[in-house]
């Protein structure tokens, strides 16, 4: 199975495709928007070690887990700790708080993006605090809004997570919160309009940052997919996670 993958996609070209499109609309978009250049999370969920490997080969170092038995076997995978000494994981699926530990003593992790609530944001601190120095810096965090309001999906709602943000930022000195994110409602139609989930996260990104007397580059806002990180860029997205596009982009037929 794992040849037959390799054989029909371009890992490589995926990627190079991605990166090309992230430079063509930062050039498009609005000269108001105040934002970096969006990093590039590979979201590798489901895929095999081989094709981590080979992205990172490509220059890839960011790469995206749902699953914390996925993130828990690839983090410690041999191969990849062999040649991938720079990887960062990001976590980026529901953490359960009886899977706290489990995650937080794994190789090379790099940021949750998935903190919706203050008793795992306390959880985490408190975790972190145990299994890292003092010498050692805070484990990176975003804050997940569910923009959407889809009961489906987790995530905090847009009005609270103002208050979680104080909180986390005035309390919980074992984590750098240093930023919020999204997942939105899937298959927006781009023909009505501006997406309300990208809409509602940049409210968000404003309150905080003028509640907070930040500037807008200093909070990281990850939103936008395969389907529309397009899209969100355009409107002020600073992390994007990418799978289907980098990873299940088809081999070019000779």
């Known amino acids: 199975m794992l040849r037959r993958t390799m054989a029909e996609f371009d890992i490589k070209a995926g990627l190079q495709q991605v990166l090309k499109r992230i430079d063509e609309v930062l050039l498009q978009r609005p000269k108001e928007i105040q934002a970096a250049k969006p990093l590039l999370v590979a979201v590798s969920k489901t895929k095999p070690a081989d094709a981590v490997i080979e992205a990172y080969k490509t220059g890839q170092r960011d790469f995206g887990e749902n699953y914390v038995q996925e993130l828990v076997e690839k983090s ?5 700790l062999a040649q991938c000494p720079d990887i960062k994981w990001h976590f980026i699926g529901h953490l359960q708080n009886n899977k706290i530990n489990k995650i937080l003593s794994l190789p090379n992790l790099h940021m949750i993006q998935t903190v919706d609530s203050e008793k795992l944001a306390t959880k985490l601190d408190a975790a972190w605090s145990k299994f890292k120095p003092d010498t050692e810096p805070p484990l990176r965090v975003l804050i997940q809004i569910n923009t959407s309001g889809e009961e489906a999906k987790s995530g905090i709602e847009t009005k609270e997570a103002p208050k979680l943000y104080q909180f986390i930022s005035k309390n919980l000195k074992h984590l750098q919160l240093v930023g919020i994110m999204t997942i939105g409602a899937f298959g ?4 009505t309009g501006p997406n309300p989930d990208f809409v509602s ?4 990104h404003r309150s905080i940052c003028e509640a907070n007397s930040l500037t807008p580059n200093s909070v990281l ?4 997919m395969s389907n529309d990180y397009d899209r969100a860029i355009e409107m ?4 994007v996670r990418v799978g289907s596009s980098i990873f299940g982009h088809r081999a070019v037929k000779a």
């Open 76 to 80: 410690q995978h041999p191969e990849i």
């Open 188 to 191: 927006f139609d781009y023909s």
């Open 201 to 204: 996260l940049m409210d968000v």
């Open 221 to 224: 806002v990850s939103m936008g």
């Open 236 to 239: 002020g997205s600073t992390v």
